[in-house]
């Protein structure tokens, strides 16, 4: 990225052979922030105190494989150390008493977190004040907004996010960064916002694959309670050129041109490379996939805002109260069924995954929307949310003017680390690195 | 019982020692099948060329450790080699082409199946033909109304049945015999008729806790693929004198006096042989659980009815409608609600087996009632199916007419063959063998 300050891997290569220290890194993060931050808002909190003493702590004492890397954190992940407001106005001093899992292990892989990143209201609709670091009058996308756009203006070299429907994929492809939503499981969501039991999962946002393969054995080695031997399960793994099926997926949203032109710059990068592509028909039990993952969605979205609310459900944002008086008035038949029509949905996975291991789709509908007001549609991510395969967004192509278009690449077996072997490989055809 | 035919693990004895046959054996309970089940109803369905000559084989050549073992099987089950009506005049003609999981799980422990015993209409509360053998103007309770009836009857000396809500150990109450429902997902209920996916439950009937134990340790075996070790966690336990919480629960039902003489009964006598009886008050998040277990069972039985049958659910009963249109009009905030509610129920259980292991509770709120068209309120199960936890009634008492009045014994920590342990130390005390 021309914007991207030092990639998290080569950070943590100049600390390990004495080339820098974690204070400098810390400190060029923070230069950055002073910088660009005014004019883009991805930062919800910062204790530049707290920033440096612990940076010179960790010069000290090396305490785990991700030590030089400097991390950012969504609002709706709790810190013990910064205030943790899940993007609204109720939470708005509310300081948690424990960090949340991932910070945890984030902290004993030896990252250092600069940061809170500003996240829309419970990581929804509602918009955050973060712009687009491309062209500040447009949305970054949301939920993550702040973390897709403190990674794309390079203030950190990586970011954590969470993603529900399209929180990960979306901002990351409007930003033009890489963003990772490994599958359903992957990490430990204690401590997280609780949105949908069925959907919230953990993403990453990098500006290269090897820094998202970093952060992700690594917080998996730390979450297992290991940090010197790799597990079988997280050795790098080398794959053929894999095959891609392009899907076009129209029946979910009509997307603008830029799309097609994205889609088809990569497929033909990727075929001129060697790659087998084809396009491939939807699947019937796919079609309805993103009004059954707005039912999951609406019906634990309600009753967990409820839950966590009772009362003050009325004073949050109007979008936000229409999903949840939708989730209120569904019926249980109908979730059953959304759920039902999941797990039919996945059936289909099994014969697509003999034809390839991979499927090339929209990352979102066009370029990021103008205004702050609208975050942009995430139906292009319902699906592959619902069905808890890992995708990502590559941020492979741009418009004449710039503004990126991504693309989604999704893994059909639902294994996250073969499908960041090929990730690494589809980075090397279609964002290579200019230096 | 005095009604009862030979013992399970005595037929399996005398098979294996030479002094009968199976072919005896089967003949011995066809015999009483001819000469009570003309005024029982207990069996919809016997093949009796089928069985002497299936008898016949076994005789031939020993097949697994149920060899001499003759067994009712509950109509919900599908019978590849009978007609299984699944209690329904949709299903009269109906014949399934396989076995279901738990059936072959049975044959290929070496069992003997005599035929299929009446059900409820899918398992529910729209009765059978099926008279109780204690008192033929009396319903046997439902829903595994011929599997009760003919294991008290001594047709068979062990049966299987199913329960959703209380249709193992309510006829089991009423028709003084052990009826025993594992805990949750001990079995499979692949190929047995889907009423909710959360609650239904394969259930055994039996005249004696050595025959539970033995069937239901040889259909463990049989599932897992082996037939001569025992696996260590089959293993057979001893226990000291368990300790006993009295749950007289009449926050969940107003039970008739009967019910109290029954766990006076109960207590007073564990008490004198040295087991420690203490009665305890209902943790307050168990109050509500068998409205929690009839909406969890509403909307899932709707959901299922409306796939298996689409518009020909006009056609089932009133009543069996009544409960899919509870479940049609459940919203899914109450139904995920009430599975919130479960979860909640079941922290209550952690502290509570610190006190003890068991928890002893009517097993209906009276004696089996009169006349067949009603089969009887399974309110004091609802709770314990709920929460998935082993339950067995005990045929502990009898009222001064004669009638049984069960109790129920309820393991606190989930564990099904510490539970059997218990429940046979039990039986040792309660219904001691006249012999």
């Given at each position: 990225?021309?914007?991207?300050?030092r990639?998290?891997?080569?950070?943590?290569?100049?600390?390990?052979?004495?080339?820098t220290?974690?204070?400098?890194?810390?400190?060029a993060?923070?230069g950055k922030?002073?910088?660009?931050?005014?004019?883009i808002?991805?930062f919800?909190?910062?204790?530049?105190?707290?920033v440096?003493?612990?940076?010179?702590?960790?010069d000290?004492r090396?305490?785990?494989p991700?030590h030089?890397?400097?991390?950012?954190?969504?609002d709706?992940i709790?810190?013990?150390d910064?205030?943790?407001?899940?993007?609204?106005?109720?939470?708005?001093?509310?300081?948690?008493?424990?960090?949340?899992?991932i910070?945890?292990a984030l902290?004993?892989?030896g990252?250092?977190?600069l940061g809170?990143t500003e996240?829309?209201?419970f990581a929804?609709f509602?918009?955050?004040?973060?712009?687009?670091?491309v062209?500040?009058?447009?949305?970054?996308?949301?939920?993550?907004?702040?973390?897709?756009?403190a990674?794309?203006?390079?203030?950190?070299?990586?970011?954590l996010?969470?993603?529900?429907?399209?929180?990960?994929?979306?901002?990351a492809?409007?930003?033009?960064?890489y963003?990772?939503k490994?599958a359903?499981?992957?990490?430990s969501?204690?401590?997280?916002?609780?949105?949908?039991?069925?959907?919230?999962?953990v993403g990453?946002?990098a500006r290269c694959?090897?820094?998202?393969?970093?952060?992700?054995?690594?917080?998996?080695l730390?979450?297992a309670?290991?940090?010197t031997?790799v597990p079988a399960d997280?050795?790098p793994r080398?794959?053929?050129?894999?095959a891609?099926?392009?899907?076009p997926?129209?029946?979910?949203?009509?997307?603008?041109?830029?799309?097609?032109?994205?889609l088809?710059?990569?497929?033909?990068?990727?075929?001129?490379?060697?790659?087998?592509i084809r396009?491939?028909?939807?699947?019937?039990?796919?079609?309805?996939?993103?009004?059954?993952h707005?039912v999951?969605?609406?019906?634990?979205v309600?009753?967990?805002?409820h839950?966590?609310l009772?009362?003050r459900?009325?004073?949050i944002?109007?979008?936000a109260?229409?999903?949840?008086?939708?989730?209120?008035r569904?019926?249980?038949?109908?979730y059953?069924?959304?759920?039902?029509a999941r797990d039919?949905?996945?059936?289909?996975?099994?014969?697509?995954?003999?034809?390839a291991?991979?499927?090339l789709?929209p990352s979102?509908?066009?370029v990021a929307?103008?205004?702050?007001?609208?975050t942009g549609d995430p139906v292009?991510?319902r699906?592959?949310?619902?069905?808890g395969?890992?995708a990502a967004?590559?941020?492979?192509?741009?418009?004449?003017?710039?503004?990126?278009?991504?693309?989604?690449?999704v893994?059909?077996a639902?294994d996250d680390?073969?499908?960041?072997?090929?990730?690494?490989?589809?980075?090397a055809v279609?964002t290579?690195?200019?230096?």
């Open positions: 990225m021309s914007s991207g300050g990639g998290g891997t080569e950070a943590i290569a100049a600390v390990a052979t004495g080339a220290s974690v204070s400098d890194v810390a400190a993060c923070l922030v002073h910088e660009l931050d005014p004019s808002g991805a919800r909190a910062i204790d530049e105190e707290k440096r003493s612990r940076a010179r702590e960790l000290d090396i305490t785990g991700l030089g890397l400097v991390v950012g954190v969504k709706v709790d810190t013990a910064l205030p943790t407001a899940y993007g609204s106005p109720l939470f708005e001093d509310h300081r948690p008493s424990a960090d949340a899992a910070v945890a902290r004993r892989a990252a250092l977190v809170k996240s829309t209201e929804m509602e918009p955050t004040r973060t712009r687009n670091p062209d500040r009058r447009r949305t970054p996308g949301g939920s993550s907004s702040g973390s897709a756009a990674v794309a203006a390079g203030m950190v070299p990586v970011a996010g969470t993603q529900t429907a399209g929180s990960v994929i979306r901002p492809a409007y930003c033009g960064v963003g990772f490994p359903r499981g992957w990490a969501t204690e401590g997280i916002w609780l949105l949908s039991d069925q959907l919230d999962t990453l946002f694959v090897a820094d998202l393969l970093l952060l992700y054995r690594a917080l998996r730390a979450a309670g290991s940090q031997g997280l050795a080398t794959r053929a050129r894999p891609v099926l392009v899907l997926a129209r029946e979910w949203g009509s997307w603008e041109p830029e799309v097609g032109d994205a088809d710059f990569a497929a033909s990068r990727l075929s001129d490379s060697g790659w087998e396009e491939t028909r939807m699947p019937r039990s796919w079609r309805q996939l993103p009004e059954q707005a999951v969605m609406a019906v634990e309600a009753k967990n805002l839950a966590a009772g009362d459900v009325g004073k944002s109007e979008s109260q229409a999903i949840v008086e939708r989730g209120d569904c019926s249980a038949r109908e059953l069924a959304a759920l039902a039919e949905a996945r059936t289909a996975l099994g014969p697509l995954s003999v034809a291991g991979l499927v789709a979102a509908l066009g929307p103008e205004g702050l007001a609208f292009m991510c699906p592959w949310t619902l069905l395969l890992p967004n590559i941020p492979a192509y741009r418009r004449d003017d710039g503004l990126p278009v991504g693309v989604q690449l893994g059909l639902g680390l073969s499908y960041l072997a090929d990730l690494a490989s589809a980075e279609l290579p690195k200019e230096d």
